[in-house]
């Protein structure tokens, strides 16, 4: 189905009934090819490159609850490549590159807009780092800019320049991040994904998997058994209780993360302006209101909800750096779940379980991933070998010592 | 949350911080003839439960003692709390 301005008015003037579901409801056929467990951004992002770009095409996907209801509906929408460490820069220059091709690969519209990432620089040290970062961003053909402190103040006037603690020396832009509707990239890849002849099952939970002799054949579900020549996790938030039922354990820990989104407001921040010394990012959405975040909570939680400490903290963050906005009234707040990894990375890989396969680890960083992730995904389930941009997201990194840890935070997962 | 110590009777979270799993008290031989994978798995490798949690928080805005939080990670809810010392200190005798 495609939309149009005509359409958009004739469904308008006769009360919206027009409209028809994008994608079908089938019921869980016998087998498949691949069955995907998990319908979220990076579930349904992988079931339409498969279909789309590596022929499979005989695919489901199967979703606990309903499509979106995770944390492709719940996070900050932030899209960016501005990572250091040669393991995970170009997987995600390779993720913002599919982005500025995603409307028309999909054609859907998912609002991107490319309306750039500022990093502040409060002391000399972090310039340097920035300086660096910014040079691995570039050595991986992604754009970056290092500011000055009227770089920043030409760009951003309303920032609390001479804070006594953190005052802003500078920063680091990049101008092709932005944000995305992130609800719009689940739908247009469910669409696209459907289109191609990939089933989408919802309200359908995996309860075990079918294992023997070290060997997956297909998985248990809510909606009976399914068989599949591979299996393919891709759960994060829920990845050790998933994995679980196949008897693995993971480095991995539950987290929460809380985010932010005020009344709407008249435009008034450009980008994405992140507050890293202090664990703040704020954007402004198209409908005006200021959406922002902090740090994770910190300890272990399934809740999809935090608790005030962190709500605090990030207010006094916001207050330090933008006072202007002290009246802004709250409209929402709400958490959710991060695969927090040992390293801060993430990981696509087999597991040493045959034909099946696991996607996870995304930390609070999942949605920009997600075009890569699927790609990638795909590209490993397709061809059984690693994405060129993802061959250090292996399972096994921590017992080969080798480790991809951006923040040098160690096996500690609450500080990455 | 609010974490009833011991000690100290009901304190915010926000005095603590949290280290992780409750089994990271029992360090492995080192000795062992396995003792690189049995480091693997301390290390790096969790059960991170949905539901009951024994966990390690350091009171470091307080009386600095380790304490070991029984928690439901689906409801945040505390059931118990220990001193990591009573607990470490029942293991050896045990």
Redesign the interface.
């Known amino acids: 189905m495609r939309y149009s301005a005509l359409s958009i008015i004739k469904n308008g003037l006769t009360g919206n009934k027009g409209w028809k579901p994008v994608w079908r409801e089938p019921d869980p056929k016998p087998k498949y090819d691949i069955v995907i467990v998990g319908g979220g951004g990076h579930g349904l992002a992988t079931a339409h490159y498969l279909a789309k770009k590596y022929g499979v095409t005989n695919v489901a996907v199967l979703e606990k609850g309903w499509l979106g209801s995770g944390n492709i509906g719940r996070n900050t929408t932030i899209v960016r490549s501005n990572y250091l460490l040669d393991g995970n820069q170009p997987f995600y220059e390779h993720s913002m590159k599919l982005w500025e091709g995603l409307e028309t690969d999909l054609n859907y519209n998912v609002m991107m807009s490319q309306r750039g990432i500022l990093n502040l620089a409060h002391s000399d040290a972090q310039r340097d780092a920035f300086a660096r970062r910014g040079n691995a961003m570039l050595m991986s053909g992604a754009d970056a800019e290092l500011l000055d402190a009227d770089a920043v103040r030409n760009m951003v006037p309303f920032l609390n320049f001479d804070n006594a603690r953190f005052p802003i020396q500078g920063g680091l832009l990049q101008r092709r991040a932005g944000t995305a509707r992130h609800d719009a990239v689940a739908w247009g890849y469910a669409r696209s994904a459907d289109s191609h002849g990939v089933d989408i099952i919802q309200n359908c939970e995996v309860t075990g998997f079918t294992i023997k002799d070290g060997k997956c054949s297909g998985v248990e579900t809510s909606r009976g058994t399914i068989s599949a020549n591979k299996v393919a996790v891709c759960v994060a938030g829920?990845s050790?209780?998933v994995m679980?039922r196949a008897g693995m354990?993971?480095?991995?820990?539950?987290h929460v993360l809380q985010a932010f989104v005020t009344e709407g407001l008249k435009p008034t921040i450009p980008g994405v302006v992140t507050f890293g010394a202090g664990h703040l990012y704020i954007s402004q959405s198209d409908k005006g209101g200021l959406v922002f975040g902090g740090d994770i909570d910190?300890?272990?939680?399934?809740?999809q909800r935090g608790?005030?400490?962190v709500i605090e903290h990030v207010a006094e963050d916001m207050m330090a750096l933008m006072p202007f906005l002290g009246r802004a009234r709250l409209l929402r707040m709400w958490g959710g779940v991060m695969d927090m990894s040992?390293d801060g990375s993430p990981i696509i890989d087999k597991t040493p379980i045959d034909g099946l396969y696991f996607n996870g680890g995304w930390c609070y960083g999942g949605f920009k991933a997600t075009p890569a992730s699927g790609d990638a995904y795909a590209h490993l389930l397709a061809t059984d070998r690693p994405h060129e941009t993802a061959t250090q997201y292996r399972l096994d990194r921590?017992?080969q010592g080798a480790m991809i840890d951006e923040k040098g935070a160690g096996?500690?997962?609450?500080l990455h | 949350?609010i974490i009833n110590h011991p000690l100290l009777g009901p304190r915010?979270?926000?005095e603590f911080?949290?280290?992780?799993d409750a089994t990271l008290l029992s360090r492995p031989d080192w000795q062992a003839v396995d003792a690189i994978a049995q480091f693997?798995?301390y290390?790096?490798?969790?059960?991170?439960?949905?539901g009951e949690?024994r966990?390690l928080w350091y009171h470091e805005q307080g009386d600095r003692s380790w304490l070991i939080v029984t928690?439901n990670?689906?409801?945040?809810e505390i059931s118990a709390v220990e001193l990591a010392r009573d607990v470490a200190r029942q293991e050896q005798l045990s």
């Open positions: 829920s050790s209780v679980a354990r993971l480095p991995i820990e539950s910190g300890y272990n939680s399934y809740a608790n005030m400490p040992m921590f017992a096996s500690q997962p609450n | 949350m915010d979270a926000s911080v949290h280290l992780g693997h798995e290390l790096y490798q969790r059960d991170n439960p949905a949690y966990e928690r990670t689906i409801t945040h």
